[in-house]
């Protein structure tokens, strides 16, 4: 599955769907699944179409459910009562029904068409733009999160960066009043930003600007904040990695302190995962003449780390970066000299 709002971790179902999908499993008929969809509370008629989907693209059926809700958009396009008529989960179950097949395209590989369903989403929403609801705003902002993958993936990156800098704002204003639900997908926005973002500054400023309320998540110990948080770290460190490999330690350093901060929310017992990412900063620190003794000093406590659990391989590593650390710091010019003295 893509790194799309199809993932289930993006934003984790906190209502009870059983009672619909039982419902629906007895009646497949697209007049009685509006019904049922209308009279139910948005969120479980959200996250029920969600699940179905992201259901059907894990068992490799896309097409089949993005056919599914074409034919749902098609019944409600014709029907004006649908649109009109100002009942709860009318225009947002529309909106729902474009913005959930916008990603089933974008899943199939179909950018034309995912382009133009998230347009006719976007005008559904925007008929009512003074709307903060939840229903509006979590649409929205999913529908948001997937173009900027879109625009991402056609190298349309300034539009992704608007995107998916207005995707975060909008689940972190969610997130403040229901945590549960949509911490998750505050956290995968951000993580969103790290590919997202070709300016490593502004990369890093906005990552650091939402850290203190990923950290408050993080304190939450809920599984989806969990497994969201885990994505962000695998992100931060090849971030780093990148960094590193270009010679740029002072800016990978950021990338991996902060993602040992994470990893050490959700991992709070030591582990190799810690260890490595731990030893990167370590090797980081010592290309930066001011860090290099804290660098030293942190790959020296990693070593008894690594002993401690039994990381052979890692060992290794720590002692050929102390090593080559300390031949660095020779004084190649005292060393001619009494090769050849005066």
């Known amino acids: 599955m893509k790194p799309l709002s199809l993932e289930p971790v993006f934003l984790p179902a906190t209502t009870d769907i059983a009672p619909m999908r039982s419902r629906l499993k007895r009646n497949r008929n697209i007049g009685e699944t509006l019904k049922m969809l209308r009279e139910a509370e948005f969120d479980a008629a959200y996250d029920m179409l969600r699940a179905i989907s992201a259901e059907a693209v894990a068992a490799g059926e896309a097409e089949r459910a993005s056919s599914t809700l074409a034919g749902l958009d098609q019944v409600l396009t014709g029907n004006e009562e649908a649109q009109t008529d100002g009942k709860s989960g009318g225009d947002e179950i529309h909106a729902a029904v474009l913005q959930i097949l916008t990603a089933l395209l974008i899943e199939e590989g179909k950018s034309e068409e995912a382009a133009l369903t ?7 929403l925007a008929t009512d733009p003074k709307r903060k ?25 300034k539009q992704a960066e608007r995107e998916v800098e207005k995707a975060i704002k909008i689940f ?10 949509y911490a998750p997908a505050h956290v995968m926005a951000l993580n969103n930003a790290t590919a997202t973002y070709r300016n490593r500054v502004k990369q890093a400023e906005i990552l650091a600007h ?27 460190t090849a971030e780093g990695d990148t960094l590193a490999q270009m010679g740029r330690h002072r ?27 731990s030893i990167s900063l370590g090797e980081s620190m010592l290309s930066v003449n001011a860090m290099r003794d804290k660098g030293v000093h942190l790959l020296n406590t990693m070593l008894h780390k690594a ?17 080559h650390a300390k031949s660095r710091s020779l004084d190649i010019l005292s060393l001619w000299h009494k090769v050849f003295p005066r």
């Not at 998230?118 to 559904?124: C, F, P, S």
Request: glycine share 4%; charged share 25%; hydrophobic share 40%.
């Open 133 to 157: 609801d939840a229903p509006f705003l979590q649409v929205l902002g999913a529908l948001l999160y997937d173009i900027a993958y879109l625009h991402s993936e056609r190298g349309e990156y």
């Open 251 to 277: 800016e990978a350093i950021q990338y991996y302190s902060r993602a040992l901060k994470y990893l050490t929310r959700i991992e709070p017992e030591f582990s190799l995962r810690t260890l490595r990412l």
């Open 118 to 124: 998230a347009a006719r989403a976007l005008n559904l």
């Open 307 to 323: 002993t401690k659990i039994n990381a052979l391989e890692e060992h290794r590593r720590i002692v050929d970066s102390l090593y």
């Open 172 to 181: 972190e204003r969610l997130g403040k009043s229901k945590p549960d639900r």
């Open 210 to 236: 939402y850290q203190a309320a990923t950290s408050a998540y993080l304190h939450m110990l809920n599984a989806g904040v969990e497994d969201a948080a885990g994505r962000l770290v695998e992100s931060l």
